[in-house]
Each structure stands twice: as structure tokens, then as C-alpha cells.
């Protein structure tokens, strides 16, 4: 999901929904189970949850449940499937369309609580279930999108849709499934799916391996550990207590550690006046699944773009980016690579500039070498304060992440009207995790929101938003959604509460702007309800990281942790003279990542890739990435499009950007950021309705127009 624009995505690792599955309601592919048998009396999952507001009760949840409630949601799921297609009477739109959407739901709800607390509290067991159950459920997925029998009734309302009577909503519907089917090879021959099965389950255990490689090398497999006082110079206090509170934990009590999570390496590399120690900890970083160990990626890559590009041809496309961006805004690679580069060459240029003045500084010190990828952050923290006056860790002191949160909060209350209340008796799965009960301003009750803050071994890294519970109807009821924002984030030490920087601030907001989507999605059918492209889905959370950084909301949350001082007027507005510091840097590496992402996935069927490191670098050079900045993922941690539902697909973030910085640009223009009926309009078409038309339409009932490139070209500096 930044630093001081809303770009800057370090911390954004996945969204975990499903936008384009046929699917939705298996809802995790890649992960459920448990290996144990329980009794069904002892399973939680295969009864109504008797806990507040229906939450998981994770008090009761053990990890021998989920294999045994995986297996009778698919069974209960074939069950239902059965009784659709052995119906005799005509397929309509209620007897196989709406059946359908309503049918899984044991299964929905196992698999959502297990693919989260995967992610975010895992442990070797839930690896070891998480390996057991992905080919039961790859198969399972295969078994429906492939069952002809239910693809022939489904062809039948869809031929139908316009002579049946049925409203805008359900011929939606019906689209969508039909399509489904479709992209999920319906349509092949037998042979033909045979080989898509096979190349499915190798998929679905690819990716799994994957992030299990990349959360063993970003949590266990490489830290820096500092034994000497003079090895932390340039360091504040609150920098050497946090590591020296990391140390503790990891066993090495009396010294300092520092690891590959953003919050533990950036202060680092960006304060440490030890360069030999930046090198070491940068190149475990960028290192990450390349070291040729048990947790080396590059055989997994090299074999899982093979199959995507397999597959893809199976389908009927040229490449896997022609099949993922066919059902985009974007529609075509052609369009997804014009939009980059009309964007590569002026931060490239921005870069190369900011470079120079780097040197320069490097150079008055009495310095000889030339600026290494691992000293960009500490020149540039030099370069801020000497252009800006502005130092990051005189910022810091006002981020407490309470009042942060409380920020938010209290933005979302000013657009909607909302509020949040912490709840103390519902259970958590981890002690540091807090629940709000989301309200209307009428008192009505919206759903939950989970908040998990800091860094463990058994996270994942990076920040993401999902659900235990997606918003979806009972018949005429209602179901409550349940949101949930995981993050990566300083942790609090005995003297200090956990004091963010502004990158994180800005993701915090960023994620709830996700969570927001998920709680006010209202749409009678699954299938569409909240579902939105792939490159509009960053809209409803980008927009948000925009009031963050507002004089009139920082002096809201932006309250000094020991002096209850407001942000002085002063710091804010240096912080918004350097909001386009360092932009090059930001915007480069990321559209690098982007490029290496589109190029990973246009190879066609048939090419082989023997050497990742060489595809990796033929590819940067290409576009002419200077050797002092590195893609923001290398290939090998790149977990957005090889772990993360995001291949083909990282570019998603600056076209997204195109709508946020232009519905932003609409409250800006009002001269009210919360003018209530922009706000009413935004949360209206472009959160809760969002699924009952294609995205750019939705956004246009908002709008009044197409979004324009301008206020995104000012916003990075580039125009």
C-alpha cells in the first residue's frame, strides 16, 4: 500500500480476496485443513459460532479442526451441486444461478478464518495442513468449473438472461458466472482439461511453497546482530531500544538485532552510520529466496510461469498477463505498458537527478565511493533534512499508533457519519489484536473490525486487508460483515508506545480504506456483491491515505506521545514542501517491479527460462534501471505475483491511482475534504454498489466524468 504520496505500496503484500475465481465462494485455493480428526460435536466450524456477534470463536479453534470441517464443506458443497443439476425442472435463474451463489458456505466459512490466520499466525502445523489440503481443494475448484452438467444449465440462463424477466442485478450475475466458466475451461475439450487440472494442482502447490520459502527467509533465516555499542552510531535511542527489544525475544539479550521487516531494517538503513552494516542487512533483504537453500524460489518460478503461460494458451490467450488483464479496466498488456512507460521515463529522470545530489553529499564528507543501492536511504534522510529541515525521527514522537488509529477513525466518521467502538469480549487469536464495532451514525450496527499490529515469526511480511465474514444476504437478511487489517508495524517498548513512521501512518489509512470497501459492500449476491476489477480494487484504499496527510486531520491524530502536543504548524508544513522528496526513488522502483512483473508474464507457451537472475537483470536493463535502485521485489520475494493474487497485476496500484488522486481532487475542489455529499456518493457507487456494474461505470455515477491523469501527475511531480 507509501511514503508521502499514495504510492508507495512496500507494506501492501495481498489482498486476500477472491475477485476473479469462479470460485468466490471456496474463497482460499491455496490454503484450509487440518490433518487431525475431530468429533463433529468438538468442531467449531460445524455449528452456528455462539460467540458475540457470530466471530470465529478462536478460543475454541485448534488446528486438528479444519481438515474435518474443509472435507464436510466440500461434501456439503457437492451435495448442493447435485441437487442443481439433477433438478428437472427448467434451469432459471433461482434453481441454478442464485442455488449456485448461495451454495459453500461451510466451506466459505472455514476456509476464511484458516487462509487468515495462515497469513498472519501461522505455525508449522497450519503449514503442514495448509500442504494437505491445497490439491483437496484445487480439485474440488476443478470438479465445479469443470462439471458440464452444471455448465450446460448455467449456459442455459445465460442464453435466456434477456427473455426471462430478470433485473440489471441478476443478469449481472448470470454474466459473471457464464464467464467463469469460461475462463476456467468450461469450454475445452476433454483432453484439454485433463492437462488444466494438472497444471492447477501444480500451481496451487507452487504458490503454496513459495510463500512458504519467502516466510522463512524474511523471519527466520537472516538477521543482523549488532554486539557492540559503536556499530549502532547514527542510531536515536528509540531505534537501538526497539532492537535491543528484538534481541531479547530472539535469545541474544544484551545485544541488538535487526531483521529484514521494514520496521526493524528502514530505520536502519536510513540512520546507520555503519555502511559495511547497511551492505550486510540490505543484501539479506534483497537476497530474500535466491540464496540457493531449501528456501530458493527460482526453480519454483521458472516452472510456475511456464504453467501460467501454459494455461493461458489452453484458454485461448497469447500470454497469462492477456488472460488476468482481459477482465481489468486496463483490457489489453499493450494498454498496461503504454501507461507505465508514460510514467518510466520522468521518474527515471527524477531518479537520476536525486542521485546527484545524493553523490554530493556522499562526496562533502570526504567519502570515495559511489552511492550503492544500500546507502540510497541514508543519503536521502541527509538530503531531507538538508533541503527540508525535516527529520524523520522529530516526526515519529506525534504517530503514536493509538492516536493514528484514532485518526482514522475519526476521518471516516467525518465522511460518513460512522463510529467504532473497541469491544473486550470477543475472541482474538493473538493477544495483540484489537476488535471495533462498526455503527451507523443511527446507531445501526455495520459489522467488526479486527486490528493486528506488529511484526511475529509465524506473519507474513507486509501489510493487507480481508475478511472472517464478507457482507452478503440471508434472504432478506443481511450478514454482518467482519473485516480484518494485518500489519507489520514498530512495536512498542517499555519506555515508548509504538511510534510509526510516516510510512506506516499512511498505511494504516491505506488498509482501512480496504476494510471500509469490505464493510459497506451491500449486494444481494455473492458473486458480484463488492467485487471489482483488479486495478480498481486499490481505489477504495488509496483514496483514503490522501486525507492523511490534510493540516486539519494531522492536527487531529498528530499528538506528541509524552507532551500532548499538537503537531506544530511548522512540521506540517515541511512535511507537505517534502511531499514530493525522494519521488524518483519511490516511483522508479516501483514501475520497475511492475515492468518485471508484465515481462515475467507475457513470455508465451513454450518459453523456457533457465535463469531467473539473468531474465531478472535482461529485463531492467531494458528499461534502463540504473544500478543504485532495485526493483522494489526482486523476482524471488515478489510475493504480490507469486503468492499474492497480483500477477499480471502489480501495475494495478498507479491505475488506480488515476481514480483516487481524481476523486480526491473532487473533494479538494469542493473546498471541503469531507463535503458530505461527495462522501455519500463515493461510499454509495464506489463501495457498497461497486459489484452492480463494471468499475469505470461506478465510478463515473460518482464522478459525473472519466477520471483524468492530472492530479496523479502532480501528485508524483511528474507533469
Not at 535482461?618 to 526493483?631: F, K, V
Amino acid at each position: 500500500m507509501q511514503t508521502v504520496t499514495n504510492f508507495y505500496p512496500a507494506y501492501k503484500f495481498k489482498i486476500l480476496t477472491m475477485k476473479h475465481s469462479i470460485l468466490l465462494l471456496v474463497m482460499a485455493l491455496v490454503t484450509t485443513a487440518g490433518c487431525v480428526s475431530s468429533k463433529e460435536s468438538d468442531n467449531p466450524f460445524l455449528s452456528e459460532y455462539k460467540t458475540p456477534f457470530g466471530v470465529p470463536p478462536f478460543d475454541e479453534i485448534k488446528v486438528q479442526h479444519y481438515q474435518p470441517a474443509i472435507e464436510a464443506g466440500i461434501q456439503e458443497q457437492n451435495r448442493e451441486i447435485e441437487q442443481i443439476i439433477s433438478n428437472e425442472e427448467p434451469a432459471s435463474f433461482e434453481n441454478t444461478i442464485l442455488a449456485y451463489d448461495q451454495s459453500g458456505r461451510l466451506l466459505n466459512k472455514t476456509t476464511l478464518v484458516f487462509y487468515n490466520i495462515r497469513s498472519a499466525n501461522t505455525n508449522d502445523e497450519l503449514l503442514a495442513v495448509a500442504r494437505e489440503v491445497t490439491p483437496i481443494l484445487t480439485s474440488h475448484r476443478d470438479n465445479i468449473a469443470l462439471n458440464e452438467a452444471l455448465f450446460q444449465r448455467i449456459k442455459t440462463v445465460y442464453n435466456e438472461r434477456y427473455d426471462s424477466d430478470l433485473d440489471s442485478s441478476q443478469i449481472r450475475v448470470v454474466e459473471k458466472y457464464y464467464s467463469d466458466f469460461e475462463r476456467n475451461g468450461a469450454n475445452l475439450a476433454q483432453d484439454a482439461q485433463k492437462r488444466l487440472r494438472e497444471i492447477n494442482n501444480d500451481l496451487s502447490m507452487l504458490t503454496l511453497q513459495f510463500g512458504e520459502n519467502s516466510l522463512a527467509e524474511t523471519n527466520k533465516n537472516f538477521r543482523l546482530v549488532v554486539e557492540s555499542e559503536d556499530d549502532l552510531s547514527g542510531l536515536s535511542e528509540a531505534i537501538k531500544e526497539a532492537a535491543a527489544v528484538t534481541a531479547k525475544e530472539l535469545g541474544e539479550e544484551g545485544k541488538w538485532v535487526f531483521t529484514v521487516q521494514k520496521p526493524s531494517m528502514l530505520p536502519f538503513l536510513s540512520y546507520s552510520d555503519r555502511r559495511n552494516l547497511r551492505e550486510k542487512l540490505y543484501k539479506g533483504y534483497y537476497m530474500r529466496g535466491d540464496n540457493d537453500n531449501n528456501n530458493d524460489n527460482k526453480e519454483i518460478i521458472e516452472k510456475m510461469v511456464a504453467l501460467r503461460s501454459e494455461k493461458a494458451k489452453l484458454l485461448g490467450y497469447a500470454n497469462h498477463a492477456e488472460f488476468v488483464i482481459d477482465v481489468n479496466m486496463a483490457k489489453t498488456p499493450e494498454n498496461v505498458y503504454d501507461f507505465l512507460y508514460k510514467l518510466w521515463d520522468p521518474a527515471l529522470k527524477r531518479a537520476k537527478s536525486e542521485l546527484v545530489e545524493l553523490q554530493k553529499i556522499a562526496n562533502r564528507e570526504g567519502n570515495d565511493f559511489k552511492i550503492k543501492s544500500w546507502d540510497w536511504w541514508y543519503y536521502a534522510e541527509k538530503l531531507r533534512k538538508e533541503k527540508y529541515d525535516l527529520d524523520e525521527s522529530l516526526l515519529s514522537p506525534y504517530l503514536a499508533l493509538d492516536n493514528v488509529r484514532e485518526g482514522m477513525f475519526w476521518v471516516a466518521n467525518q465522511l460518513y457519519g460512522i463510529s467504532f467502538y473497541k469491544l473486550s469480549d470477543v475472541p482474538v487469536y493473538h493477544p495483540d489484536v484489537e476488535v471495533f464495532e462498526v455503527k451507523e451514525e443511527n446507531g445501526d450496527h455495520i459489522g467488526l473490525l479486527y486490528l493486528d499490529y506488529f511484526p511475529r515469526d509465524g506473519k507474513g511480511a507486509g501489510a493487507w486487508c480481508s475478511s472472517f465474514r464478507r457482507a452478503s444476504y440471508d434472504g432478506d437478511v443481511r450478514i454482518h460483515p467482519i473485516s480484518t487489517i494485518t500489519c507489520n508495524f514498530t512495536k512498542p517498548t517499555a519506555t515508548t508506545p509504538s511510534l510509526l513512521s510516516w510510512e506506516e501512518t499512511t498505511t494504516l489509512f491505506h488498509e482501512f480504506g480496504h476494510a471500509l470497501h469490505g464493510l459497506f459492500t451491500d449486494g444481494k449476491y455473492r458473486r458480484t456483491a463488492g467485487v471489482v476489477p483488479r486495478d480498481y480494487v486499490e481505489l477504495p484504499s488509496q483514496v483514503m491515505e490522501n486525507w492523511a496527510a490534510e493540516p486539519e486531520v494531522l492536527r487531529h491524530y498528530a499528538i506528541h506521545y509524552a507532551t500532548g502536543e499538537v503537531i506544530p504548524d511548522e512540521l506540517i508544513d515541511k512535511l507537505q514542501k517534502s511531499s514530493l522528496f525522494n519521488q524518483g526513488f519511490n516511483t522508479t522502483e516501483f514501475l520497475a517491479a511492475a515492468l518485471l512483473d508484465m515481462d515475467w508474464h507475457t513470455l508465451a507457451s513454450g518459453s523456457e527460462v533457465d535463469d531467473v537472475r539473468a531474465f531478472e537483470a535482461a529485463s531492467m536493463n531494458r528499461i534502463g534501471l540504473i544500478d543504485e535502485i532495485l526493483p522494489r521485489y526482486r523476482s524471488t520475494y515478489f510475493g504480490h505475483i507469486f503468492d499474492g493474487g497480483y500477477s499480471a497485476g502489480y501495475y494495478v496500484y498507479y491505475w488506480a491511482g488515476q481514480l483516487d488522486a481524481d476523486a480526491f481532487n473532487a473533494f479538494k475542489e469542493s473546498g471541503n475534504i469531507f463535503n458530505p455529499e461527495l462522501a455519500a456518493k463515493f461510499r454509495q457507487h464506489c463501495l457498497s454498489e461497486v459489484g452492480e456494474a463494471e468499475g469505470i461505470d461506478q465510478y463515473r455515477k460518482f464522478r459525473g466524468q472519466a477520471p483524468s491523469i492530472q492530479p496523479l501527475l502532480e501528485k508524483m511531480g511528474l507533469n
